[in-house]
């Protein structure tokens, strides 16, 4: 080999390397499965637990161990499902997979997600540190990625745990930034969040009226919204609730209990979301608290049977504080003390400060003789709060810097990788030339092999059918000796014994019935002829499409009318089975028999689901069933799970089975189309 063949050699070596990507594409019909489950469990009018089931089901087609792009894909949006339907227990243990996978892959886009996925989760536990820790990490990378939308998302999670430490300005730009691109691109369901949030900060800091106008402004969004997943539950009573507080805290009780009244008036509030419902109880209790109006004791009583009911201690506090202040009006001082320790143990149970203040502040103006044991414990736990909020927004702070220094250090890496850029392409043009004048070199070989490969197929060609004359005439002569054994050898010992036998139906004397006899003995070297011709012909009841898709619909139909359970079989008829063997086939058949009847033996379920999908490349057998699930001494020690895995090794194919007490069991096994 000479040099410049050498050279050329190591140069296309490390261009396809430079580009090398995995080919590897998963299966269609694994692919439409997994989407289809997908789409079920992100559709909005199903239960969360049947959407949570669907979620399972497409878990269950992903394939764990593989790592392209596809497969981080649907992760990504399984986790993504999983917080949409709070099914936080199922979270936590798929997004160690996705960690794994995206950095190993040095993933940017899917490290991001991660990171944004995280910070939602900690969100939704109130754990607001460890949320914007992660959501300023996503950050980073989405700036890199130069990710507009997703820094505009970000930037509105930001703002509402900005708004929750106190940090008003940050919060205010935060959800400032993200309204701005919200509103331009016209996504009215992030534009009416970015709005709510700007309009909490600034009733917070008491800038009432612009507070008023971005609750009314994101009120007019409303009709404009397609997608309430983003949104709240009831958006028009969120915003009708917030004006109303807005009102209630400038002590416009008139006003207050006009908005609350309107939100009232909303259908269905109380089964679409009951905590906003108790809110406007308490609020509305509150208003006619201060205006002496009658009513007042029930609405609080309504709002505290809400509270108790779904475990919001908080706000069953402050419920409890009006409670507290309306008995103490009554002249009820026994009354108003129980309510007043009462909102004072909920609060300091649900661990949140402002609460708790607000309560210890409370019971001092009831019970002067606590009143300095409480005002004593207001002034530490205020302490203590504000110092935790001046280090939590130095740490903020601190982080939001290092943002700014990433963003420094990305302009910089711009500009080193368009230098790189350049070099790589007078390299690659340098490359190129040396590929081409290699190229020509090789083309004149190249033509000789195809035109000597050209020759040999058709040899090959002629000799195949050479092969398949030869084997028709053998077909042929084959069924014309069957043929002939029947017509002339057994047929005609029929013929001859029942034309003896005839004979009684006219004579039975005891002579007769003697001969006759010896004739009946002759039927049986008949069965051994036929014996002889049925060995011979050895057909096969696997050998087609239709009969082996008509074996599968009359199995379920049997056990569909012998058993209890009910059995689902689900596959497209339009399945192409012949270039399927015919041991794959009976293999298929004898484990999708053996998982029924286990089903029906041990699972004690109402219904079965057998799913058959099959692409280029692959068979995928699932059997699902929502059973008592599998005991541990049958999980693993089963003589019938034994030769279901026997069989599927001997196939070269994978076994999955996975079973939770009273969830049932789930078996998917994968074999090879063509070994």
């Not at 507070?211 to 009573?237: F, G, H, S, T």
């Not at 009583?301 to 809400?306: G, H, L, R, S, T």
């Given at each position: 080999?000479?040099?410049?063949?050498?050279?050329?050699?190591?140069?296309?070596?490390?261009?396809?390397?430079?580009?090398?990507?995995?080919?590897?594409?998963?299966?269609?019909?694994?692919?439409?499965?997994?989407?289809k489950?997908?789409?079920?469990?992100?559709?909005?009018?199903?239960?969360?637990?049947?959407?949570i089931?669907?979620?399972?089901k497409?878990?269950?087609?992903?394939?764990?161990?593989?790592?392209?792009?596809?497969?981080?894909?649907?992760?990504?949006?399984v986790?993504?499902?999983?917080?949409?339907?709070?099914?936080?227990?199922?979270?936590?243990?798929?997004?160690?997979?996705?960690k794994?996978?995206?950095?190993e892959?040095?993933?940017?886009?899917?490290i991001a997600?991660?990171?944004?996925?995280k910070?939602h989760?900690h969100?939704f536990?109130?754990?607001?540190?460890s949320?914007?820790?992660?959501y300023?990490?996503?950050?980073?990378?989405?700036?890199?990625?130069?990710?507009?939308?997703?820094?505009?998302?970000?930037?509105?999670?930001?703002?509402?745990?900005?708004?929750?430490?106190?940090?008003?300005?940050?919060?205010?730009?935060?959800?400032?930034?993200a309204?701005?691109?919200?509103?331009?691109?016209?996504?009215?369901?992030?534009?009416?969040?970015?709005?709510?949030?700007?309009?909490n900060?600034?009733?917070?800091?008491?800038?009432n009226?612009?507070?008023?106008?971005?609750?009314?402004?994101?009120?007019?969004?409303?009709d404009?919204?397609?997608?309430?997943?983003?949104?709240?539950k009831?958006?028009?009573?969120?915003?009708?609730?917030?004006?109303?507080?807005?009102?209630?805290?400038?002590?416009?009780?008139?006003k207050?209990?006009?908005?609350?009244?309107?939100?009232?008036?909303?259908?269905?509030?109380?089964?679409?979301?009951?905590?906003?419902?108790?809110?406007?109880?308490?609020?509305?209790?509150?208003?006619?608290?201060?205006?002496?109006?009658?009513?007042?004791?029930?609405?609080?009583?309504?709002?505290?049977?809400?509270?108790?009911?779904?475990?919001?201690?908080?706000?069953?506090?402050?419920?409890?504080?009006?409670?507290?202040?309306?008995?103490?009006k009554?002249?009820?001082?026994?009354?108003?003390?129980?309510?007043?320790?009462?909102?004072?143990?909920?609060?300091?149970?649900?661990?949140?400060?402002?609460?708790?203040?607000?309560a210890?502040?409370?019971?001092?103006?009831?019970?002067?003789?606590?009143?300095?044991?409480?005002?004593?414990?207001?002034?530490?736990?205020?302490?203590?709060?504000?110092?935790?909020?001046r280090?939590?927004?130095?740490?903020?702070?601190?982080?939001?810097?290092?943002?700014?220094?990433?963003?420094?250090?990305?302009?910089?890496?711009?500009?080193?990788?368009?230098i790189?850029?350049?070099?790589?392409?007078?390299?690659?043009?340098?490359?190129?030339?040396?590929?081409?004048?290699?190229?020509?070199?090789?083309?004149?070989?190249?033509?000789?092999?195809?035109?000597?490969?050209?020759?040999?197929?058709?040899?090959?060609?002629?000799?195949?059918?050479?092969?398949?004359?030869?084997?028709?005439?053998?077909?042929?002569?084959?069924?014309?000796?069957?043929?002939?054994e029947?017509?002339?050898?057994?047929?005609?010992?029929?013929?001859?014994?029942?034309?003896?036998?005839?004979?009684?139906?006219?004579?039975?004397?005891?002579?007769?019935?003697?001969?006759?006899l010896?004739?009946?003995?002759s039927?049986?070297?008949?069965?051994?002829?036929?014996?002889?011709?049925?060995?011979?012909?050895?057909?096969?009841s696997?050998?087609?499409?239709?009969?082996?898709?008509?074996?599968l619909?009359?199995?379920?139909e049997?056990?569909?009318?012998?058993?209890?359970?009910?059995?689902?079989?689900?596959?497209?008829?339009?399945?192409?089975?012949?270039?399927?063997?015919?041991?794959?086939?009976?293999?298929?058949?004898?484990?999708t028999?053996?998982?029924?009847?286990?089903?029906?033996?041990?699972?004690?379920?109402?219904?079965?689901?057998?799913?058959?999908?099959m692409?280029?490349?692959?068979?995928?057998?699932?059997i699902?069933?929502n059973?008592?699930?599998?005991?541990?001494?049958?999980s693993?020690?089963?003589?019938?799970?034994?030769?279901?895995?026997?069989?599927i090794?001997?196939?070269?194919g994978?076994?999955?089975?996975?079973?939770?007490?009273?969830?049932g069991?789930?078996?998917?096994?994968?074999?090879?189309?063509?070994?």
């Amino acid at each position: 080999m000479n040099k410049s063949a050498g050279f050329f050699i190591l140069i296309l070596i490390i261009i396809l390397g430079c580009n090398s990507k995995s080919t590897h594409k998963t299966s269609n019909a694994t692919n439409d499965s997994i989407q289809k489950y997908l789409d079920l469990a992100g559709n909005d009018t199903l239960d969360f637990d049947k959407r949570i089931k669907y979620n399972d089901k497409a878990l269950g087609f992903l394939d764990l161990e593989r790592n392209d792009s596809l497969s981080r894909e649907y992760l990504s949006r399984v986790n993504y499902l999983y917080l949409k339907a709070n099914n936080f227990q199922s979270f936590e243990k798929v997004i160690n997979h996705y960690k794994i996978k995206v950095f190993e892959k040095n993933d940017s886009l899917g490290i991001a997600r991660y990171y944004k996925y995280k910070g939602h989760y900690h969100h939704f536990k109130n754990a607001n540190d460890s949320a914007f820790y992660n959501y300023i990490e996503a950050e980073k990378i989405f700036q890199f990625l130069d990710n507009k939308y997703e820094i505009a998302l970000i930037n509105l999670n930001k703002s509402f745990i900005q708004n929750n430490i106190n940090d008003y300005l940050g919060g205010e730009l935060s959800a400032k930034k993200a309204h701005n691109y919200f509103k331009e691109k016209k996504f009215y369901n992030k534009e009416f969040k970015s709005l709510i949030s700007l309009g909490n900060i600034y009733q917070s800091i008491g800038v009432n009226e612009n507070a008023i106008k971005c609750y009314k402004d994101a009120m007019n969004l409303i009709d404009k919204i397609d997608d309430y997943d983003y949104v709240e539950k009831n958006p028009k009573v969120t915003c009708l609730n917030n004006i109303g507080n807005v009102y209630r805290e400038q002590n416009n009780f008139k006003k207050a209990i006009f908005y609350f009244n309107l939100a009232l008036k909303e259908k269905k509030i109380t089964e679409k979301d009951p905590v906003l419902y108790g809110l406007l109880l308490n609020n509305l209790g509150y208003c006619y608290l201060k205006t002496n109006q009658k009513g007042t004791k029930n609405l609080f009583v309504k709002a505290q049977k809400i509270f108790d009911s779904i475990g919001l201690k908080d706000e069953n506090a402050i419920c409890n504080i009006n409670l507290s202040e309306y008995f103490s009006k009554k002249g009820d001082s026994l009354k108003a003390n129980f309510h007043a320790e009462l909102a004072l143990k909920l609060a300091k149970e649900s661990k949140a400060s402002y609460y708790y203040l607000t309560a210890l502040s409370h019971a001092g103006s009831i019970n002067s003789k606590k009143a300095p044991n409480y005002i004593k414990e207001y002034h530490r736990v205020n302490d203590s709060m504000l110092f935790a909020e001046r280090t939590a927004r130095n740490e903020y702070y601190k982080i939001q810097l290092d943002t700014d220094e990433i963003a420094q250090q990305k302009d910089t890496a711009v500009k080193q990788k368009s230098i790189l850029i350049l070099i790589a392409a007078l390299l690659f043009c340098i490359c190129f030339l040396i590929f081409i004048i290699a190229r020509q070199r090789l083309k004149q070989k190249e033509f000789r092999l195809k035109q000597t490969e050209q020759n040999a197929s058709e040899e090959i060609y002629q000799l195949m059918l050479v092969q398949e004359d030869k084997e028709e005439k053998v077909r042929q002569l084959e069924k014309k000796r069957i043929g002939l054994e029947l017509h002339d050898g057994i047929l005609n010992k029929l013929v001859s014994t029942r034309l003896n036998l005839s004979i009684l139906s006219i004579s039975h004397d005891e002579g007769t019935v003697k001969k006759c006899l010896d004739y009946i003995k002759s039927i049986q070297s008949i069965e051994n002829e036929i014996r002889n011709v049925a060995h011979d012909l050895n057909q096969d009841s696997f050998s087609d499409s239709n009969s082996f898709s008509k074996l599968l619909n009359n199995l379920t139909e049997d056990l569909n009318a012998t058993t209890k359970t009910l059995f689902k079989l689900e596959f497209n008829d339009a399945m192409d089975w012949n270039n399927v063997s015919n041991s794959k086939k009976m293999n298929l058949y004898r484990i999708t028999q053996e998982a029924s009847h286990n089903i029906i033996k041990h699972a004690k379920a109402k219904n079965a689901e057998i799913n058959i999908v099959m692409d280029d490349h692959k068979i995928n057998l699932s059997i699902i069933d929502n059973g008592i699930g599998l005991k541990p001494s049958r999980s693993e020690n089963g003589i019938g799970l034994e030769n279901m895995k026997h069989r599927i090794k001997n196939l070269n194919g994978k076994f999955k089975i996975t079973s939770q007490p009273n969830l049932g069991t789930s078996i998917h096994i994968t074999i090879p189309k063509i070994d």
